[in-house]
């Protein structure tokens, strides 16, 4: 069982402060008694008194759970005297704020270059398409803010770009395209495909449309379907445009509001 020696840490700082009980007392509005029973290890004070204690005799609070090897070592790290931890060829660099790695408790800071934090602003506008997933949190928002300020870059022009350059069509044929998100469903005796894409640009969107609408008909047949529908989606207008071919095709798209299939009588493979 490691013996952090607590008490012995508090008692030490208090004395390089020049305080006696009382006086650290007065200062803490927690008893001289408390803090002796604390120094003698008697006792388990809270996570609060020791936080109260820290402030008080002005040091921090992970040195207490720091393993007390060696009394004479500096527990306190000061700016420019980090010791970067992890792999040295990385570009993240990873700084020991802690004396070294033996505490039961260590703080590093993480240094982000600005060319990764784009990469993993990247990411994050991608996987929540630029917040407005239902999956998106704070965290998500937050993050990307940080992000953002360490890149450099204006989080929506940033995302347009990018989102422009994932989304172009050059060098892709339509069928490509048209499988990347594509199901075959049943309704009764009725076997139809359903394909969707989405874009953060209209003009790719546009584009999209006009590779696609002359494969569908080719895609029915492949697919072996009577009917296939193509969504394609305008993600910051929340909107999709839907092309389509086969025998219910065209009405099935013009109808505001289909009725409803009977339960169990549609599924999808």
């Known amino acids: 069982m490691v013996n952090l020696n607590i008490g012995q840490k508090i008692q030490r700082y208090r004395n390089q402060r020049g305080l006696s009980l009382r ?3 007065e200062k803490t509005g927690i008893t001289a008694s408390m803090i002796s029973q604390i120094e003698n290890n008697s006792v388990n004070p809270s996570i609060n008194t020791l936080k109260t204690l ?3 005799l002005d040091f921090p609070l992970y040195v207490l759970f720091q393993e007390d090897s060696d009394p004479e070592q500096e527990l306190i790290v000061r700016k420019g005297e980090y010791r970067s931890i992890g792999n040295r060829n990385s570009e993240v660099a990873y700084n020991l704020l802690t004396a070294d790695t033996k505490a039961s408790i260590e703080f590093v800071l ?3 270059p600005p060319q990764t934090a784009g990469l993993l602003l990247a990411a994050i506008l991608s996987d929540t398409l630029v917040f407005r997933s239902p999956t998106c949190t704070p ?5 990307a803010n940080r992000l953002a300020g360490i890149a450099g870059v204006d989080i929506d022009e940033f995302a347009n770009e990018m989102f422009e350059a994932g989304e172009k069509l050059d060098g892709k044929t339509a069928e490509e ?3 990347q998100d594509f199901k075959v469903f049943m309704c009764g ?3 139809f495909g359903v394909a969707q894409g989405s874009y953060m640009t209209r003009k790719n969107l546009t584009a999209a449309e006009a590779l696609l609408k002359p494969y569908l008909e080719e895609a029915r047949n492949k697919q072996n379907v009577e009917d296939i529908y193509m969504l394609l989606t305008d993600v910051p207008k929340e909107e999709s445009v839907v092309i389509c071919n086969g025998r219910y095709a065209a009405e099935m798209a013009s109808t505001p509001s289909p009725p409803p299939m009977p339960a169990g009588r549609c ?3």
Not at 139 to 143: F, G, L, S
């Open 23 to 25: 006086g650290l007392a």
């Open 54 to 56: 820290a402030e008080t």
């Open 110 to 112: 993480m240094e982000i």
């Open 139 to 143: 965290v998500d928002v937050n993050a």
């Open 177 to 179: 395209v048209f499988l």
């Open 189 to 191: 005796d009725i076997r």
């Open 267 to 269: 599924r999808a493979w």
